[in-house]
């Protein structure tokens, strides 16, 4: 589609979603101020990491495409379009107690146990413990081990079915992949619109988060993606990134519309370290 032929493509206000699970570097605190960029209009939507799906969630554009390189976490979200009333069934089994949490989850370090699950079982496990885990942390170990401990958490709520159900018949219409960001690259035409939320550059040496996957996401990822974001603009897509603020990140986007905005940090084992840092909003338009 050019130009001429974009259209909003939002669905009724009225209807509210939540995220299912918390995700390090989740874009609650800063989601009104990625709202007031989103452009009016556009033709597809496109996040290629969508992680917990905030700024999806909230827009709820008709014609999206979502991926993550996190097969777990795509995996939830196939299993909350296509099998929803199952799952809820299955969160229902869960209990909140220390002895439980490390059951279910060490059953990834048995591989022959784990590849048992059903799809169904693995996405209410994945819910299960990013709920009660420490800080709501999805992280693995270089062997692909969910290796956060238990959160203590007096209430943790892991089964809403209004917002499960609801999010389920949102994501009918939502193409849903499980591959490397570079996958929209032959999918993106031009009015459309992606939201790329990468792992964040770390601001130091001791804050090198990205252990989503077993794979990680390093400084060669970034660049990477920064030549994604020159091909969505040449072909006349649009694009906006959050990302830290940093002289690397800084320099990588110099030629676009960068922008400071002020999140709270979420989560670290040091809670003296909570507080407001700077980020960065990346967009090739104005």
């Given at each position: 589609?050019?130009?001429?032929?974009?259209?909003?493509?939002?669905?009724?206000?009225?209807?509210?979603?939540?995220?299912?699970?918390?995700?390090?570097?989740?874009?609650?605190?800063?989601?009104?101020?990625?709202?007031?960029?989103?452009?009016?209009?556009?033709?597809?939507?496109?996040?290629?990491?969508?992680?917990?799906?905030?700024?999806?969630?909230a827009l709820?554009?008709?014609?999206?495409?979502?991926?993550?390189?996190?097969?777990?976490?795509?995996?939830?979200?196939?299993?909350?379009?296509?099998?929803?009333?199952?799952?809820?069934?299955?969160?229902?089994?869960?209990?909140?107690?220390?002895?439980?949490?490390?059951?279910?989850?060490?059953?990834?370090?048995?591989?022959?146990?784990?590849?048992?699950?059903?799809?169904?079982?693995?996405?209410?496990?994945?819910?299960?413990?990013?709920?009660?885990?420490?800080?709501?942390?999805?992280?693995v170990n270089?062997?692909?081990?969910?290796?956060?401990?238990?959160?203590?958490?007096?209430?943790?709520?892991?089964?809403?079915?209004?917002?499960?159900?609801?999010?389920?018949?949102?994501?009918?219409?939502?193409?849903?992949?499980?591959?490397?960001?570079?996958?929209?690259?032959?999918?993106?035409?031009?009015?459309?619109?992606?939201?790329?939320?990468?792992?964040?550059?770390?601001?130091?040496?001791?804050?090198?988060?990205?252990?989503?996957?077993?794979?990680?996401?390093?400084?060669?990822?970034?660049?990477?993606?920064?030549?994604?974001?020159?091909?969505?603009?040449?072909?006349?897509?649009?694009?906006?990134?959050?990302?830290?603020?940093?002289?690397?990140?800084?320099?990588?986007?110099?030629?676009?519309?960068?922008?400071?905005?002020?999140?709270?940090?979420?989560?670290n084992s040091?809670?003296?370290?909570?507080?407001?840092?700077?980020?960065?909003?990346?967009?090739?338009?104005?």
């Amino acid at each position: 589609m050019g130009k001429g032929n974009l259209t909003v493509k939002h669905t009724p206000a009225n209807t509210k979603i939540k995220p299912v699970v918390k995700w390090a570097g989740g874009k609650r605190q800063i989601l009104n101020e990625l709202m007031v960029r989103v452009p009016a209009k556009y033709n597809r939507y496109f996040e290629p990491f969508v992680g917990g799906g905030a700024l999806v969630f909230a827009l709820l554009p008709r014609n999206a495409v979502i991926n993550d390189y996190n097969s777990e976490l795509m995996n939830m979200y196939k299993v909350i379009r296509d099998r929803v009333e199952e799952l809820i069934e299955d969160l229902k089994k869960h209990v909140n107690t220390r002895e439980y949490y490390y059951k279910i989850r060490n059953i990834d370090r048995e591989p022959e146990r784990y590849n048992r699950l059903t799809p169904v079982e693995k996405a209410s496990r994945f819910i299960y413990l990013n709920r009660t885990c420490y800080n709501g942390l999805y992280r693995v170990n270089s062997r692909g081990e969910f290796n956060v401990p238990y959160g203590n958490y007096k209430n943790p709520v892991w089964l809403d079915e209004n917002n499960l159900r609801l999010m389920s018949e949102y994501l009918k219409n939502v193409a849903i992949l499980n591959d490397d960001f570079e996958i929209i690259r032959d999918m993106v035409h031009e009015g459309d619109f992606v939201y790329f939320d990468p792992p964040y550059v770390p601001l130091n040496s001791t804050s090198n988060f990205t252990s989503y996957t077993d794979k990680g996401f390093s400084l060669e990822d970034h660049k990477r993606l920064k030549n994604l974001c020159d091909y969505v603009d040449r072909i006349g897509a649009k694009f906006m990134l959050s990302n830290s603020y940093t002289e690397f990140t800084l320099e990588l986007y110099r030629e676009y519309n960068i922008e400071v905005v002020k999140a709270k940090r979420a989560i670290n084992s040091d809670g003296s370290k909570r507080g407001e840092i700077r980020e960065i909003i990346v967009r090739n338009y104005e």
